[in-house]
């Protein structure tokens, strides 16, 4: 059974920093990509960054030069750390894994960035 638990959300003011972590159990995890999306109140979820099995990061245009994805293979864990945060960061934040043609989501963590 594949199962993503996320952390690290949480409160913080605009220009603060948060590190969210994705631990994931149940499947080959060096061997997939891995995604950070987020979903704001009455917006679409959105893709925020990817990390392929090699370590090669992909980030939206909004978060580029502010966020890193990151990966441990040996704690089967993914990491979005965030830094300079803006108040349009705020959402629930969800990691996501595609295995074959099957989507895994986890349950989210909220992310709330004061002004």
């Known amino acids: 059974q594949v199962q993503l638990v996320e952390s690290g959300g949480g409160l913080v003011q605009a220009g603060g920093s948060l590190r969210l972590s994705c631990v994931a159990s149940?499947?080959?995890?060096?061997?997939?990509?891995e995604d950070w999306y987020r979903q704001a109140p009455g917006k679409q979820r959105e893709l925020v960054a990817s990390?392929?099995?090699?370590?090669?990061?992909k980030y939206a245009d909004s978060v580029k030069g502010r966020f890193t994805i990151s990966r441990d293979n040996a704690k089967n864990t993914v990491y979005l750390q965030m830094n300079s945060l803006k108040p349009e960061d705020t959402a629930v934040y969800y990691c996501?894994?595609?295995?074959?043609?099957?989507?895994?989501w986890g349950q989210g963590t909220q992310v709330t960035v004061s002004s």
């Open positions: 990390i392929s099995s090699g370590g090669s990061p």
């Open positions: 996501h894994v595609r295995v074959w043609i099957v989507d895994y």
């Open positions: 149940g499947i080959s995890f060096s061997a997939n990509a």
